[in-house]
């Protein structure tokens, strides 16, 4: 299986995004530049955290037009797997690939830190090696983290089982409705999510729990393709 | 001809940024200050002397960039 880890100027975890997939599933794993007009070698692609041309404007909102952002809108329509993280998945809704939008966290603050996550759908390409309601400890870090969307989106959003991750309880640590910390698309092949999974592939980082996002896409991709699943 | 851009945000959706500084105003004794909202301010200067043309061509850039639409408006005057 083959991963592109985007890279656009000020993307800041994308080294991490690539280490993850080594690390925890050895597969195959490119850096890609935004300047990039094929993807079609890939089978996943990683939307990386950081601050994708400073954040100017808004977050995601330039980084929406590079070149390999139309690669990007391929690759979904084409159902390969893509997962947006933290600027990831502002790029995401900033292109129209996921509904709704990040805007500024209501407390007044920067957060980064731990935070508990309820699996709220485990069936799908990102989540199938978690139970359905489990709760992980993924780190947040992000200033615009506050996911909105009307009241009309909401609603389809639940009908269509699109939310994936919420914070649990009352953490709610920037103001997102419903407390929702990840989204997937109709289809289910594009998820974003403002948690960040490949800075929780070790113990040593404090957590593991994300090391299981990363085998989820191994797996669903194995499946896919009638590879045999060997652990 | 010049174009001047606003884009401010959505009534139904929540400013934090413009709710701090209406604390911080307070706190500076400024108590009439009943609510705060931010948003941008953009000078665009276009090479065209055609009005019809340079409204559909700011609209269009708001649409796409200026302004994310489910969270903000926009408006804009031209002039020139």
Redesign the interface.
Known sequence: MKFAVLVFPGSNCDIDCYKAVEDTIGQSVDYVWHTTTDLSAYDAILVPGGFSYGDYLRCGAIAQFANVMNEVKKAAEAGKYILGICNGFQILTEAGLLPGALIRNNGLKFVCQQEQLEVVNNNTAFTNQYSQGEMINIPIAHGEGNYYCDDATLAELKANNQIVFRYAGDTNPNGSIENIAGIRNKAGNVVGMMPHPERAVDQLMGSEDGKRMFTSILNAWREQHGAAVNG | MKATVYVT?KQN?????GT?VQGALHTLGFSEVEKVRIG?YLEVELDTTDRAEAETRIKAMCEK??A?T??EDFRFELEG
């Not at chain 2, 959706?13 to 940024?17: I, Y």
């Open positions: 945000i959706v929540l400013d934090p940024q701090a941008k960039l200026f994310n489910v969270v």
